[in-house]
């Protein structure tokens, strides 16, 4: 859907009202060491925007690169979403979609790392469970 064209037809409205956000959570950036303060904006649950916090001491709502590509932590179509593991030598492209990886559960990439064939004994493999109070 293309924005309607202004009374002149040179360029579009842009609505200014419309909030681009249904919440503002401050909170700290993970991007870098520095832990610069931003603000993100949600809509509907989903990250939309992230800018400086003018109010925090570190970085006075200026935000560095990474900072500013946060974003792309959250909805970025490249972000992994489960474990890959090598298939194939180093470079190796055997698979065109993951680009030479195969994709695995959670549960069978903790038992690569830990070099089980099966869940009897899995003594350094980490579990995160829910806390109950």
Known sequence: MDA???E???EPVIDL???PADEIKTTTCYMCACRCGIKVYLKDG???YIEGN???PVNKGVLCGKGASGIMTQVSPARLTSPLKRVGPRGSVNLPKYHGMKRLIWHQAGLV???QKTHASLPCLLVATKVRH
Request: aromatic letters at 0%; proline letters at 6%; one cysteine or more.
């Open 4 to 6: 309607p064209i202004s």
């Open 8 to 10: 002149n037809n040179s």
């Open 17 to 19: 009202q419309t909030n």
């Open 46 to 48: 989903q990250v939309r």
């Open 54 to 56: 003018r109010d925090h």
């Open 113 to 115: 790392m830990c070099g």
